[in-house]
C-alpha cells in the first residue's frame, strides 16, 4: 500500500521553565487551551453521540482555528481532506501533557490522505488542533490517527 504524502515534518515544543513545576504547569496550559478550543469549535449534538471528527470549512469564513477530540492512541496522526484547503499550523496533545507542535507553512492540499506527524511510541492523543481554510466554496478535514 501506498503511504500518503507528507506534511512538513513536526517540531516538539520546547519548553524553557526553570523548574519541574514550570513544565506541568506550561503542559496544563496547553491542554486547556486545546480543551476550550474543542468545546468552543465543537457541533451540537445530543447526549451520547461520538465527537465529530470532521469539520466542514467554508471559503467565505477564512483562516479557521477547529479542534478535533480523539482520546484514543496511535503512532501517527493523519489529515483527510475533500475539496481543497490550506493548513497553517497544527497541535496535537497527548494523554501525558505532551504538546507537539506542527509548522504547515501554508500546505495547500486537494482531495487525499496526508501524514500530519508520528512518533515512535503508541501514546493516547485527548485531541488535535489546526489553523485552517478552504480553497473551495466548501472543504472537509478529518483527522485520523495510525497505528
Known amino acids: 500500500m501506498k503511504r500518503p504524502p507528507a506534511l512538513p515534518q513536526c517540531e516538539k515544543v520546547a519548553i524553557d521553565a526553570a523548574s519541574p513545576a514550570d513544565i506541568v504547569a506550561m503542559r496544563l496550559l496547553h491542554c486547556l487551551a486545546l480543551a476550550l478550543a474543542l468545546t468552543s469549535s465543537a ?6 453521540d461520538p465527537p465529530a471528527l470532521e469539520r466542514a470549512l467554508a471559503s467565505s469564513s477564512g483562516w ?8 484514543a492512541p496511535g503512532r501517527s496522526c493523519f489529515v483527510k481532506v475533500s475539496g481543497r484547503a490550506e493548513f497553517d499550523r497544527a497541535e496535537i496533545v497527548f ?6 507542535a506542527v509548522d504547515l507553512h ?3 492540499r486537494g482531495t487525499g490522505l496526508y501524514e500530519l506527524a508520528r512518533w515512535d511510541d503508541g501514546r493516547e492523543v485527548l485531541g488535535v488542533r489546526m489553523r485552517a481554510r478552504a480553497r473551495t466554496g466548501t472543504a472537509r478535514i478529518r483527522v485520523l490517527l495510525g497505528s
Open 64 to 71: 479557521t482555528t477547529v479542534g478535533f477530540e480523539m482520546g
Open 43 to 48: 457541533s451540537v449534538s445530543s447526549a451520547g
Open 95 to 100: 494523554a501525558d501533557g505532551d504538546l507537539r
Open 106 to 108: 501554508g500546505a495547500r
